[in-house]
């Protein structure tokens, strides 16, 4: 095949099938003249030069309205891309930590209590699994001891036990959740809290797993 | 084998071309946002089944967005001439 320039004057073929109509318009090529743009369509500079020859800034910050509404257009969506990115990065750190928490393994067996330390309708804190961790062990009956993390699911504000209403408080907005199970009941809180999985070994009571739920 | 001479699109072209991609990115990031919330809230209940397939189809719509925005700098900066 022959690669030399096509002169633009030399008769064309109107054969719509025949080779080298792509990008032709009508019967002439497209770039057999030069763009000829309304004057809307261009900026006309104060120096009167080319929009390829002016400084950045003044392609940046246009002096016509048209141009205008599409820069400003254009760097929205450059803002709305550089979001798209920033949730990105959040389900990356999401993964991340899911990554941890799975190599951390399953947490360690540690001593809360004994019982005769909780009365009947008592609580104590401790820290499980790590010192970031509140949770409270809560007496409900003679043998009946639950244990949750203490930081509200809605945004961490500390939950406060109240037995005779058979509730887990957060004082922040008013949320409250089960004592038995630590299903929220009411306020803003969605999720139930992190339960503390207990075992028992003769008169103490010790911290055997966590266990996060959704519903 | 040349490519086919291409007469670049005029600001008016541009300008209906940027709002169209507009409306398909904001669908997108919106997507994005309802997904990481949704993501996160499993995340912390214990689900951890959500978060890989989040993460493949947040970073598909990252793509999405970044080659439409790459695509639209790309006809742009196309010679006028």
């Known amino acids: 095949m022959q690669n030399s320039p096509r002169d633009p004057r030399a008769p064309l073929d109107p054969a719509i099938a025949s080779p080298g109509r792509e990008g032709l318009t009508g019967t002439a090529p497209a770039s057999l003249y030069a763009p000829s743009f309304e004057r809307e369509q261009t900026t ?29 257009r254009r760097d929205f969506l450059k803002f709305m891309v550089l979001t798209s990115a920033a949730f990105t990065a959040g389900q990356l750190w999401i993964a991340a930590q899911n990554w941890y928490r799975r190599a951390s393994g399953q947490p360690p067996l ?3 209590a004994a019982m005769d330390d909780v009365p009947v309708g008592g609580s104590v804190t401790f820290t499980y699994p790590d010192e970031h961790d509140p949770c409270l062990l809560v007496r409900l009956t003679e043998n009946d001891f639950v244990a949750f993390n203490q930081k509200c699911t809605h945004l961490s504000c500390a939950v406060l036990p109240r037995p005779a209403e058979g509730q887990f408080f957060c004082p922040c907005h008013d949320g409250r959740f089960d004592i038995r199970t630590g299903v929220p009941i009411a306020g803003p809180p969605k999720r139930p809290l992190t339960r503390v999985v207990l075992e028992r070994r003769g008169r103490d009571i010790y911290a055997a797993g966590v266990e996060e739920r959704t519903t | 084998m040349s490519r086919p001479a291409r007469r670049p699109f005029s600001r008016d072209q541009r300008t209906i071309i940027v709002n169209g991609m507009l409306v398909f990115v904001l669908i997108v990031v919106i997507l994005q946002l309802w ?25 598909g719509g990252l793509a999405l967005n970044a080659g439409l925005f790459i695509y639209l700098r790309r006809i742009e900066r196309a010679p006028s001439s």
């Not at chain 1, 006309?44 to 400003?72: G, K, M, N, S, T």
């Not at chain 2, 214990?46 to 993460?55: E, F, K, R, T």
Request: charged share 20%; net charge negative.
């Open chain 1, 44 to 72: 006309i500079a104060p120096d009167f030069a080319p929009a390829e020859a002016q400084p950045a800034w003044r392609q940046d910050f246009p002096i016509d309205w048209p141009q205008d509404l599409y820069v400003e």
């Open chain 2, 35 to 59: 997904l990481l919330t949704a993501t996160m809230n499993a995340w912390l209940g214990g689900d951890d089944s959500i978060v890989w397939p989040g993460l493949a189809v947040s970073a």
């Open chain 1, 110 to 112: 540690v001593r809360v």
